[in-house]
C-alpha cells in the first residue's frame, strides 16, 4: 500500500477541516507541533519554522496552539503573517528554515481550515513523512485536552518577510512593462490581498497604468464568498465593464491563478499552459517539449499543444503529483486545469501571483491579447459534476458504480474521456466526462453521479 492510500489524517494537500473539530481541533493542532518539532530534531538540534496563514478568523489560534507545541518540543518559530502559500514555500527555503508551515484551506468557505507542510527545500513534505507522523499525533492528541486556544500567546509576525517575497516576485520578471495593459484583480478576500497591493505598487510607481484590485477587504468570514478563483465570472464581468485587457482572479491562499480576456470570457490553467508552454519553447526553455497536466486537463489541450510541436503527459490531479511528474522528466512546465501552474525554474510550488506576472510578462512582451494566444484551442465540452459521499470506499468494489463507468467509457471510446476520483481534501466523488457530444457528455455524467449517489451518498 503506497503512502496516500494509507493516509488518515494529511490529505493530498495537508490537513483540513472545520476549525475546532476534529483533526482541526485544539489537542490535534498541539499534537501536529509536537510531532512536526520531533521529526525535524532527528537532523537538527533546535529546527527552525516559519509560519504563514491566510485571513481566516480562525488563523490565529490554530497558530498559537500549533506554536505551543512546537516550543514545547524544542523548535524555534517565526512568523510571515499573512502571506500566500508560496510565499511561505519561497521564504523557508531561502531563509534556511528548517520547515514551513500555511494555515490555510485553499478555497474552502472560511468556517474551514488547514495545516500544509513544506520541508526546507521549499516542497510539500513527502507523503511518507507525514505518515509517519499521524501515529504520534493522534497519540498526543489523545493525551492533551486543550479546552481554550486562546490561553497560548500570539505568534508575532515579522512584515520584512512578507517584503522580501514581493521583490522575489519582482525580480523573476525583470524588465515587465504593464504600459499597454488595463489590469483587473480579484484577491478572494484572502492571502493576495495583503501581497497584491504592494506588489501592483511597485510595478506601477507613477500610477499611470490602470489597476483595479476587487476583494482586498477581508474580514476573517469572507475569504472565497462569491469570489476568486471559484467565481472566475465575478472578475470577467468587471473586465467587461471596465473594458480592460485582463483579469487575475486568485484562491483563497493564491496558489492558483484563473484569468479572465477582454471578451468576458474565462480563461483556464489549461490555456495558461499552452500559452506558457508556446512561449517556453520559443525561447529555447522548454525541456523536451513537454508538459505535464493532469487527467483533469481537456483533450482540447493535448491536441493544440501537439500542434506546436509539444508532448503532454498526464498525472493524477494534485501539484504535488503533478510536480512529481515533472521531477521524473525533468519538465519545465505542468500544471492543473485548476490554475495551479508550476515553472519549476522560478518557483517549488504553484503561485498564482508568479503566474499572473509571467502572464503579464507574456502579453508585454508579443503585444498580444489571451485571446489571440490562444484562438486556436478547442475545448472538447467537459462537465463536472461532485457528489457528497459519506465514504471514500474503493470505486472499483462498488459494481453499480463501474458499471456506470464502463458504459460511458464503450459509448465515447476514443471521441471522449471519463473520469471518475475522490476530492483529495473535501468528502466529495468528483466525476468529470469529456465528449464531443454534450448530449452523451451530460447523460453519462448523470448516470454515474447518481449511481455514486445511490450506493456512498450522504
Same mark, same amino acid.
Given at each position: 500500500?503506497?503512502?496516500?492510500?494509507?493516509?488518515?489524517?494529511?490529505?493530498?494537500?495537508?490537513?483540513?477541516?472545520? $476549525?475546532?473539530?476534529?483533526?482541526?481541533?485544539?489537542?490535534?493542532?498541539?499534537?501536529?507541533?509536537?510531532?512536526?518539532?520531533?521529526?525535524?530534531?532527528?537532523?537538527?538540534?533546535?529546527?527552525?519554522?516559519?509560519?504563514?496563514?491566510?485571513?481566516?478568523?480562525?488563523?490565529?489560534?490554530?497558530?498559537?496552539?500549533?506554536?505551543?507545541?512546537?516550543?514545547?518540543?524544542?523548535?524555534?518559530?517565526?512568523?510571515?503573517?499573512?502571506?500566500?502559500?508560496?510565499?511561505?514555500?519561497?521564504?523557508?527555503?531561502?531563509?534556511?528554515?528548517?520547515?514551513?508551515?500555511?494555515?490555510? $484551506?485553499?478555497?474552502?468557505?472560511?468556517?474551514?481550515? =488547514?495545516?500544509?507542510?513544506?520541508?526546507?527545500?521549499?516542497?510539500?513534505?513527502?507523503?511518507?513523512?507525514?505518515?509517519?507522523?499521524?501515529?504520534?499525533?493522534?497519540?498526543?492528541?489523545?493525551?492533551?485536552?486543550?479546552?481554550?486556544?486562546?490561553?497560548?500567546?500570539?505568534?508575532?509576525?515579522?512584515?520584512?518577510?512578507?517584503?522580501?517575497?514581493?521583490?522575489?516576485?519582482?525580480?523573476?520578471?525583470?524588465?515587465?512593462?504593464?504600459?499597454?495593459?488595463?489590469?483587473?484583480?480579484?484577491?478572494?478576500?484572502?492571502?493576495?490581498?495583503?501581497?497584491?497591493?504592494?506588489?501592483?505598487?511597485?510595478?506601477?510607481?507613477?500610477?499611470?497604468?490602470?489597476?483595479?484590485?476587487?476583494?482586498?477587504?477581508?474580514?476573517?468570514?469572507?475569504?472565497?464568498?462569491?469570489?476568486?478563483?471559484?467565481?472566475?465570472?465575478?472578475?470577467?464581468?468587471?473586465?467587461?465593464?471596465?473594458?480592460?485587457?485582463?483579469?487575475?482572479?486568485?484562491?483563497?491562499?493564491?496558489?492558483?491563478?484563473?484569468?479572465?480576456?477582454?471578451?468576458?470570457?474565462?480563461?483556464?490553467?489549461?490555456?495558461?499552459?499552452?500559452?506558457?508552454?508556446?512561449?517556453?519553447?520559443?525561447?529555447?526553455?522548454?525541456?523536451?517539449?513537454?508538459?505535464?497536466?493532469?487527467?483533469?486537463?481537456?483533450?482540447?489541450?493535448?491536441?493544440?499543444?501537439?500542434?506546436?510541436?509539444?508532448?503532454?503527459?498526464?498525472?493524477? &490531479? =494534485?501539484?504535488?503529483?503533478?510536480?512529481?511528474?515533472?521531477?521524473?522528466?525533468?519538465?519545465?512546465?505542468?500544471?492543473?486545469?485548476?490554475?495551479?501552474?508550476?515553472?519549476?525554474?522560478?518557483?517549488?510550488?504553484?503561485?498564482?501571483?508568479?503566474?499572473?506576472? &509571467?502572464?503579464?510578462?507574456?502579453?508585454?512582451?508579443?503585444?498580444?491579447?489571451?485571446?489571440?494566444?490562444?484562438?486556436?484551442?478547442?475545448?472538447?465540452?467537459? &462537465?463536472?459534476?461532485?457528489?457528497?459521499?459519506?465514504?471514500?470506499?474503493?470505486?472499483?468494489?462498488?459494481?453499480?458504480?463501474?458499471?456506470?463507468?464502463?458504459?460511458?467509457?464503450?459509448?465515447?471510446?476514443?471521441?471522449?474521456?471519463?473520469?471518475?476520483?475522490?476530492?483529495?481534501?473535501?468528502?466529495?466523488?468528483?466525476?468529470?466526462?469529456?465528449?464531443?457530444?454534450?448530449?452523451?457528455?451530460?447523460?453519462?455524467?448523470?448516470?454515474?453521479?447518481?449511481?455514486?449517489?445511490?450506493?456512498?451518498?450522504?
Amino acid at each position: 500500500m503506497n503512502a496516500s492510500a494509507a493516509r488518515k489524517l494529511f490529505g493530498t494537500d495537508g490537513i483540513r477541516s472545520i $476549525a475546532g473539530e476534529a483533526p482541526l481541533d485544539p489537542s490535534t493542532i498541539y499534537g501536529v507541533g509536537l510531532a512536526l518539532a520531533h521529526t525535524l530534531r532527528k537532523t537538527t538540534a533546535r529546527p527552525r519554522i516559519l509560519f504563514g496563514r491566510d485571513t481566516r478568523e480562525s488563523g490565529p489560534w490554530i497558530a498559537a496552539t500549533l506554536a505551543e507545541g512546537l516550543r514545547q518540543a524544542g523548535a524555534q518559530v517565526e512568523s510571515a503573517g499573512v502571506v500566500t502559500t508560496p510565499a511561505v514555500a519561497f521564504l523557508t527555503r531561502t531563509h534556511g528554515f528548517d520547515a514551513g508551515v500555511v494555515i490555510s $484551506a485553499s478555497h474552502n468557505p472560511w468556517q474551514d481550515n =488547514g495545516i500544509k507542510l513544506f520541508g526546507a527545500d521549499g516542497f510539500k513534505l513527502p507523503d511518507a513523512v507525514e505518515l509517519a507522523m499521524e501515529e504520534e499525533i493522534f497519540y498526543h492528541a489523545s493525551q492533551v485536552q486543550i479546552s481554550d486556544p486562546r490561553c497560548f500567546a500570539p505568534v508575532v509576525d515579522n512584515p520584512d518577510l512578507q517584503a522580501d517575497y514581493i521583490q522575489f516576485l519582482i525580480d523573476c520578471v525583470p524588465g515587465l512593462s504593464l504600459s499597454s495593459l488595463k489590469i483587473v484583480a480579484d484577491c478572494a478576500n484572502g492571502a493576495a490581498a495583503a501581497i497584491a497591493p504592494e506588489l501592483f505598487r511597485r510595478l506601477n510607481p507613477d500610477g499611470r497604468v490602470q489597476v483595479t484590485l476587487l476583494n482586498i477587504a477581508p474580514d476573517g468570514r469572507n475569504i472565497n464568498a462569491g469570489c476568486g478563483a471559484l467565481h472566475p465570472e465575478c472578475v470577467a464581468n468587471e473586465v467587461k465593464a471596465r473594458a480592460a485587457s485582463i483579469g487575475l482572479t486568485f484562491d483563497g491562499d493564491a496558489d492558483r491563478c484563473m484569468l479572465a480576456g477582454a471578451h468576458d470570457n474565462v480563461i483556464n490553467g489549461d490555456a495558461i499552459m499552452l500559452m506558457a508552454a508556446r512561449d517556453l519553447k520559443t525561447r529555447g526553455m522548454l525541456t523536451g517539449d513537454l508538459v505535464v497536466a493532469t487527467t483533469m486537463s481537456n483533450m482540447g489541450l493535448e491536441a493544440a499543444l501537439k500542434r506546436s510541436g509539444i508532448r503532454m503527459d498526464r498525472a493524477p &490531479v =494534485g501539484d504535488r503529483y503533478v510536480l512529481e511528474e515533472m521531477q521524473k522528466q525533468n519538465a519545465a512546465l505542468g500544471g492543473e486545469q485548476s490554475g495551479h501552474i508550476l515553472f519549476p525554474h522560478l518557483a517549488t510550488t504553484g503561485d498564482g501571483l508568479l503566474t499572473a506576472l &509571467v502572464v503579464l510578462d507574456l502579453l508585454a512582451r508579443t503585444g498580444k491579447s489571451i485571446e489571440q494566444l490562444t484562438a486556436d484551442l478547442k475545448v472538447f465540452p467537459q &462537465v463536472i459534476v461532485n457528489v457528497k459521499v459519506r465514504e471514500k470506499k474503493p470505486l472499483d468494489s462498488v459494481p453499480a458504480v463501474t458499471q456506470a463507468i464502463r458504459a460511458a467509457e464503450l459509448e465515447l471510446n476514443d471521441a471522449g474521456r471519463v473520469v471518475v476520483r475522490y476530492s483529495g481534501t473535501e468528502s466529495l466523488a468528483r466525476v468529470m466526462i469529456e465528449a464531443e457530444s454534450e448530449e452523451a457528455m451530460r447523460r453519462h455524467a448523470d448516470a454515474i453521479a447518481a449511481a455514486i449517489r445511490n450506493e456512498l451518498g450522504v
